[in-house]
């Protein structure tokens, strides 16, 4: 709790109806469920530190929104009324203050999300549920920084959120079950399947993602097969939509380092990051959003 400011306290009515969304960070996670939020219907706010920055978000917003209607699967008056639903600020207090859920989709660092929670959690109405999007640090943990950790949970998104089905719902030690509700149908409406998962290291997703990236980058390391022979043997032999190379270009090899380590560190040698992930982040080789990883993302 922040001195001089008050701490949260539950309102009268407990947890109310969503109906406005502030999502925290305008990088590729964040300004892709802003873009989930409004073409649902509902009011979104998207905060970033920097008007720049949410520039830039809201740029790629609209050209998502434009995208679907040039596939024809948007009409262009309902990619108009999503985008009118979605509003930038960098203006913390302003961004959080009526929010009826607050998405938090900072990057992957503990001490980072500490700090938002931090600031946050005292600037908040007494409903607000406050989730975030970590795809492996504990929300019990983070739980433990705000006032009322029952209406804490996390609501772990896939990349790219507008496409990706699945929103997975870790539930802390102390998430109550009307948060549970109420943030399943936002990812309902929002047109995602849900599945339930127990706070533990990596959750569901990113513990079998990672083991399997993880040990594709080892083969690679040691010279079985080339990185494409290695994504088409579980494309094509297990059926995998995208083989585990290729998605770590995606996600990030430096978010997939970080995720390995703290695996590491909570549930033992395991989940060791290779040599040549590291080697490959140290050259900031990070896939796509920097041009090369394993493969070649540049134009």
Request: with cysteine; aromatic share 6%.
């Given at each position: 709790?922040?001195?001089?400011?008050?701490?949260?306290?539950?309102g009268?009515?407990?947890?109310?109806a969503?109906?406005?969304?502030?999502?925290?960070?305008?990088g590729?996670?964040g300004?892709?469920?802003?873009?989930?939020?409004?073409?649902?219907?509902?009011?979104?706010?998207?905060?970033?530190?920097?008007?720049?920055?949410?520039?830039?978000?809201?740029?790629?917003?609209?050209?998502?929104?434009?995208?679907?209607?040039?596939?024809?699967?948007?009409?262009?008056?309902?990619?108009?009324?999503?985008?009118?639903?979605?509003?930038?600020?960098?203006?913390l207090?302003?961004?959080?203050?009526?929010?009826?859920?607050?998405?938090?989709?900072?990057p992957?660092?503990?001490?980072?999300?500490?700090?938002?929670?931090?600031?946050?959690?005292?600037?908040?109405?007494?409903?607000?549920?406050?989730?975030?999007?970590?795809?492996?640090?504990?929300?019990?943990?983070?739980?433990?920084?705000?006032e009322?950790?029952?209406?804490?949970?996390?609501?772990?998104?896939?990349?790219?959120?507008?496409?990706?089905?699945?929103?997975?719902?870790?539930?802390?030690?102390?998430?109550s079950?009307?948060?549970?509700?109420?943030?399943?149908?936002?990812?309902?409406?929002?047109?995602?399947?849900?599945?339930?998962?127990?706070?533990?290291?990596?959750?569901?997703?990113?513990r079998?993602?990672?083991?399997?990236?993880?040990?594709?980058?080892?083969?690679?390391?040691?010279?079985?097969?080339?990185?494409?022979?290695?994504?088409?043997?579980?494309v094509?032999g297990?059926?995998?939509?995208?083989?585990p190379?290729?998605?770590?270009?995606?996600?990030?090899?430096?978010?997939r380092l970080?995720?390995a380590?703290?695996?590491t560190a909570?549930?033992?040698?395991?989940?060791?990051?290779?040599?040549?992930?590291?080697?490959?982040?140290?050259?900031?080789?990070l896939?796509?959003?920097?041009?090369?990883g394993?493969?070649?993302?540049?134009?």
């Open positions: 709790m922040v001195a001089g400011l008050p701490g949260r306290v539950p009268n009515g407990g947890i109310v969503i109906q406005r969304i502030t999502v925290l960070g305008a590729t996670m300004r892709g469920i802003a873009y989930l939020g409004g073409l649902s219907g509902y009011e979104t706010c998207l905060y970033d530190l920097t008007d720049h920055i949410l520039h830039d978000a809201m740029s790629l917003i609209e050209a998502t929104f434009a995208k679907s209607v040039e596939k024809k699967k948007l009409e262009a008056s309902d990619a108009h009324k999503g985008v009118s639903r979605i509003f930038a600020t960098s203006d207090e302003a961004a959080v203050r009526e929010a009826d859920l607050v998405i938090e989709a900072a992957e660092d503990p001490e980072l999300k500490k700090e938002i929670y931090a600031q946050i959690d005292v600037l908040t109405p007494g409903h607000t549920i406050l989730a975030s999007n970590t795809s492996s640090i504990s929300i019990s943990e983070l739980a433990k920084l705000v009322i950790p029952a209406q804490f949970v996390g609501m772990h998104f896939f990349n790219p959120p507008h496409v990706m089905k699945l929103v997975e719902i870790v539930l802390g030690d102390e998430t079950a009307a948060t549970t509700a109420a943030v399943r149908e936002v990812a309902e409406r929002m047109g995602k399947e849900t599945i339930l998962v127990k706070d533990s290291p990596g959750f569901a997703t990113s079998l993602g990672v083991a399997i990236g993880l040990e594709a980058i080892r083969m690679f390391e040691e010279g079985v097969a080339s990185a494409s022979d290695i994504d088409k043997a579980m094509l297990y059926n995998h939509p995208m083989g190379l290729r998605l770590t270009d995606l996600v990030g090899l430096d978010v970080g995720i380590e703290y695996l909570t549930l033992g040698p395991r989940f060791e990051p290779p040599k040549l992930l590291r080697e490959m982040v140290e050259r900031n080789q896939g796509k959003k920097t041009g090369k394993f493969y070649d993302w540049e134009p």
